[in-house]
């Protein structure tokens, strides 16, 4: 089975500082990790994944994350937090191989506040 | 169309109605995925589809939830006799593939269905 977990509820940044929002995962293979973000009543935006390759990804809005293996982790990272950042993000899992579905397994959440 | 569309936007149902959502997704996605988030954002996956074939329905309650992906029309999720505990969002995702570098899930806007 897959599993994700984001340990913070909420994380609050003041604008211009760097910001983090952690994840961890397990697959019973090798993990495709994807970041989705989510604004109040709108739907889920993809904001990057790892699927192999450099462990550093870059993606949408500034946005970047690092796949850590040892550490089973995909934390999300942002040089200078904006305003506008401020949103509820998800980390979702999926298994390479498939093993059992092709279904993503979602984090529970956390919530950016980013405060000017 | 370049984006996942889901309608109705809200959708409001007494105890024992029955509730249909549509989904209609990005052109030339082959699979199709439906998921449920319920309070305190967790999502639960339902029923995947490869174009009208069902591909994974672990998910689904089966005795009053039903969908289909039908060639040329939207696919649909529908709930029988609605309960208070389908209150939720239902959002609907679409995928080129499941294969590395097609994989990426493309969400639609959500359906809020509330069961009074």
């Known amino acids: 089975a897959q599993s994700v977990a984001q340990p913070e509820d909420q994380v609050n940044v003041a604008e211009g500082n760097p910001l983090t929002v952690k994840c961890t995962y397990s697959v019973s293979g090798n993990p495709y990790l994807f970041w989705y973000v989510q604004y109040p009543n709108r739907g889920l935006q993809f904001l990057l994944k790892y699927i192999t390759g450099d462990n550093l990804v870059k993606g949408s809005y500034g946005f970047e994350a690092e796949f850590n293996k040892s550490q089973t982790s995909f934390h999300l990272k942002k040089p200078s937090a904006l305003v506008s950042d401020s949103a509820l993000y998800f980390c979702a899992v999926r298994d390479y191989s498939g093993a059992g579905s092709y279904q993503l397994t979602f984090g529970k959440g956390t919530k950016l506040s980013v405060i000017p | 169309g370049e984006e996942v569309a889901q309608t109705p936007k809200h959708l409001v149902r007494g105890e024992g109605q029955k509730a249909k959502l549509y989904c209609a997704p990005i052109k030339g996605h082959s699979y199709v995925f439906w998921y449920q988030q319920v309070l305190k954002n967790e999502f639960k996956f339902l029923i995947s589809?490869?174009?009208?074939?069902?591909?994974?329905e672990t998910g689904m309650p089966k005795e009053r939830f039903s969908a289909k992906c039908l060639p040329n029309s939207p696919c649909s999720l529908e709930i029988q006799a609605t309960k208070l505990e389908d209150s939720a969002v239902y959002f609907c995702?679409?995928?080129?593939?499941?294969?590395?570098?097609?994989?990426?899930?493309?969400f639609g806007p959500g359906t809020r269905l509330l069961v009074l």
């Open positions: 589809f490869q174009n009208e074939n069902v591909f994974d």
């Open positions: 995702a679409s995928s080129l593939h499941l294969k590395r570098g097609q994989e990426t899930q493309y």
